[in-house]
């Protein structure tokens, strides 16, 4: 599983969406694992989002199967993590006197985390 994020500071809400490619598995894997992400998205967006940030739910090999708790858990570090890198970047940015960051910032970086052994 990994979480990606864009800055949208024009709007207040947070944007979701979620994705699954055909490698991961056939079209019930991937609704599967999808539907696990969009479940623990509703659950953790809104303690650990950021407001005016899109965020993307790349599904991987593995999320459809994934422990729940162990899911649930990647999704929140991930989403902590997303959140300090943003604030670090946003301190820098202040501090420096800096430009705006280009159209994919740093905190849109990949944050995947380690896959179940099978």
């Given at each position: ?18 994705t ?5 598995g056939g079209?019930?894997v991937?609704?599967?694992?999808k ?9 953790l967006?809104?303690?650990h ?33 997303l959140?300090?890198e943003?604030?670090?970047r946003?301190q ?8 705006k960051p ?11 985390s ?5």
């Amino acid at each position: 599983m990994a979480i990606q994020a864009l800055p949208q500071p024009e709007r207040p809400t947070i944007g979701v969406g979620f994705t699954a490619t055909k490698r991961i598995g056939g079209a019930v894997v991937r609704n599967r694992a999808k539907r696990r992400l969009r479940e623990a998205a509703r659950l953790l967006l809104p303690v650990h989002g950021k407001a005016g940030c899109d965020y993307v739910f790349i599904a991987r090999q593995g999320a459809a199967e994934r422990p729940w708790p162990r899911l649930l858990d990647d999704v929140k570090s991930a989403l902590i993590r997303l959140a300090a890198e943003d604030g670090a970047r946003t301190q820098g940015d202040k501090r420096a006197g800096s430009p705006k960051p280009p159209s994919l910032p740093a905190s849109a970086k990949d944050t995947t985390s380690t896959p179940d052994p099978a």
